[in-house]
């Protein structure tokens, strides 16, 4: 489906500029033809996600509202003809705002993350800055323009703040459901509403420019381009929606990755907009010096924010004896993995480790030494493990490795076999203290295990490992090793 929406844009795109170099229909009907098929394809989709009951209930609410946004944008041709029967001038005004209306119910509706208060409001606050910054550049491109052309009144105000409050409203709620991370549910399938609404802003920023310089009359063609983006965006999210929906599995919430710089990038912009006023006043007194001190004062600060940002996203991730990932970046890992090598077609492998005769070296020897082991244990893993393997500690003597991008399972018995080998005595305290652990292997095919299934199946391994004696062993999962039901009497 996403290949046939791809092709079907660069299409209507190829058409769209053909028509610009003098073809027989013009680009406007090429771009509104294009708009109302997009609008049925995820129309369609959006139903059949709407009547999903693996879907959380508040999600299958979200898809109902996409399916009302993509009605009205199907039905905008007959609702403009009859607005403007009726004697409404500003009727592609009224049904592009039901169409956005639409969406931001939408897009309030899209179970987030669950996550504690305070995150909640870093996340919100965060979403203020893109807000802020989406104000300044609104201000600069549309809005000011137009009031320092017709002068600040009321009427100035709503003529000029109709199409402005409602984006700016859908760019809140977007740049807050991203910075906070959705339901695993849902994750995919937001993004592509969330690229699609930032693509809708930008044509409205054009529809605002044209608005503000007197040129409401015209539709500029990057005007279209933005708006057929925009519904191509989200015909693709009601398809990413069906998608999962047939795989049946819920992927795991991934990083913020390229979201968490949103807010960064408003300031940026917000400066870059400073700068380019003062440059065209041609004037560095006072506001040119100014600004640049400002640009400079706040690319500072955001630039330690972003190493701060970075070293506790790393410690949050990180074992802090060992410098392995953590328990939460196990499992990230994992989900991301198994969801990645399933559309490859490449094999995904689990390895649980559990050290032997831990206890009595912290018994007797004391938790430092123990401690000690523990790092020394850490780097075998380090140069056992090759990239982009990833080796953890789940916590106390417990530890597992992620292994991706397989192409057949013996590579990661060769990698549980290396370990084992490299498996000798440390010397701690000046005594010889022998390492020896058991290790648990479990591989998946392309899609055929969850996390849980492939961490399940590499904890009995690894309790057959250790049944087999005190030394270093390894196991690899087998039917065999799962608990058989009770007979009946």
């Given at each position: 489906m996403?290949l046939a929406?791809g092709v ?5 795109l190829?058409?769209s500029?053909?028509t610009?170099?003098?073809?027989s229909v013009?680009?406007e009907q090429v ?14 989709a959006?139903?059949r996600?709407?009547?999903a009951p ?6 299958r609410?979200a898809w109902?509202?996409?399916?009302v946004?993509?009605?009205?944008l199907?039905?905008?041709?007959l609702?403009v003809a009859?607005l ?9 005004d ?8 639409a ?14 208060s305070r995150e ?8 203020g800055?893109?807000?802020?910054g989406?104000?300044?550049?609104l201000w600069y491109v549309?809005f000011g ?7 600040l ?6 003529a000029a ?9 859908l760019l809140?709620?977007?740049a ?8 695993p549910?849902?994750?995919r399938?937001l ?5 699609g609404?930032l693509?809708l802003?930008a044509g ?5 420019y044209?608005?503000?310089h ?5 539709h500029?063609?990057?005007?279209f381009v933005?708006?057929?983006?925009t519904?191509a965006?989200l015909?693709?999210a009601?398809a990413?929606q069906c998608?999962?929906i ?6 795991a919430?991934?990083?913020l990755?390229a ?5 960064l ?9 400073m700068?380019?006023?003062?440059l065209q ?9 100014l600004a640049?001190?400002?640009t400079?004062l706040?690319a500072?600060v ?5 190493l701060v940002?970075?070293?506790s996203?790393e410690?949050?991730l990180?074992?802090?004896l060992?410098?392995?990932?953590n328990?939460s970046r196990f ?9 990645r090598?399933a559309?490859?077609?490449r094999?995904?492998a689990?390895l ?5 005769g831990?206890k009595?070296?912290?018994?007797t020897l ?5 401690d000690?082991v ?5 780097e075998?893993l380090?140069q056992?493990?090759p ?7 789940m916590?106390g ?7 991706t991008?397989?192409?057949y ?7 549980a076999?290396?370990i ?7 010397a701690?305290d000046n005594k010889l ?8 292997v479990?591989?998946s ?6 996390h849980?299934e ?9 309790y ?15 039917e065999?090793?799962e608990?058989?039901p009770?007979?009946?009497?």
């Amino acid at each position: 489906m996403h290949l046939a929406l791809g092709v079907l844009y660069v299409t209507v795109l190829a058409l769209s500029t053909g028509t610009l170099r003098g073809g027989s229909v013009s680009y406007e009907q090429v771009a509104e033809g294009a708009r109302v098929v997009f609008g049925v394809i995820g129309m369609v989709a959006a139903i059949r996600a709407a009547r999903a009951p693996a879907l959380l209930p508040r999600l299958r609410q979200a898809w109902r509202a996409v399916t009302v946004s993509l009605a009205v944008l199907i039905l905008s041709p007959l609702l403009v003809a009859g607005l403007r029967a009726a004697g409404i001038v500003a009727a592609d005004d009224v049904t592009h705002v039901a169409f956005v209306a639409a969406l931001l119910v939408a897009l309030q509706r899209f179970p987030l993350a669950a996550t504690n208060s305070r995150e909640r409001w870093k996340a919100a606050l965060d979403a203020g800055t893109v807000l802020t910054g989406g104000m300044v550049l609104l201000w600069y491109v549309s809005f000011g323009p137009y009031v320092d052309a017709h002068g600040l009144s009321l009427a100035v105000v709503v003529a000029a703040g109709f199409y402005p409050i409602v984006d700016l409203a859908l760019l809140f709620v977007v740049a807050r459901a991203m910075l906070r991370g959705s339901d695993p549910s849902a994750t995919r399938p937001l993004r592509l509403l969330a690229a699609g609404t930032l693509v809708l802003f930008a044509g409205d920023g054009v529809h605002g420019y044209l608005h503000g310089h007197g040129q409401i009359s015209m539709h500029s063609p990057w005007q279209f381009v933005c708006w057929i983006t925009t519904d191509a965006l989200l015909a693709a999210a009601a398809a990413e929606q069906c998608r999962a929906i047939s795989a049946g599995r819920r992927e795991a919430r991934g990083d913020l990755g390229a979201s968490r710089h949103l807010p960064l990038a408003a300031v940026a912009m917000a400066h870059a907009l400073m700068l380019t006023a003062a440059l065209q006043e041609e004037n560095l007194y006072p506001w040119g010096g100014l600004a640049i001190g400002a640009t400079v004062l706040s690319a500072l600060v955001l630039w330690r924010q972003m190493l701060v940002q970075r070293e506790s996203d790393e410690r949050a991730l990180t074992d802090g004896l060992t410098g392995l990932a953590n328990r939460s970046r196990f499992r990230a890992t994992s989900y991301r993995n198994l969801a990645r090598n399933a559309r490859a077609g490449r094999w995904s492998a689990v390895l649980v480790i559990d050290m032997n005769g831990f206890k009595e070296v912290n018994d007797t020897l004391g938790h430092k030494s123990g401690d000690l082991v523990l790092v020394e244990f850490a780097e075998v893993l380090k140069q056992c493990v090759p990239a982009p393997g990833l080796p953890c500690r789940m916590g106390g003597d417990e530890f597992s490795v992620v292994l991706t991008d397989l192409d057949y399972p013996e590579q990661a018995y060769d990698v549980a076999g290396r370990i084992a080998a490299a498996m000798g005595p440390v010397a701690i305290d000046n005594k010889l203290i022998p390492l020896a652990a058991s290790i648990g292997v479990a591989v998946s095919a392309p899609g055929e295990l969850t996390h849980d299934e492939i961490v399940h199946r590499a904890d009995l391994a690894m309790y057959r490992a250790k049944a087999l004696g005190p030394q270093t062993r390894w196991a690899i999962w087998q039917e065999s090793l799962e608990p058989q039901p009770a007979a009946a009497a």
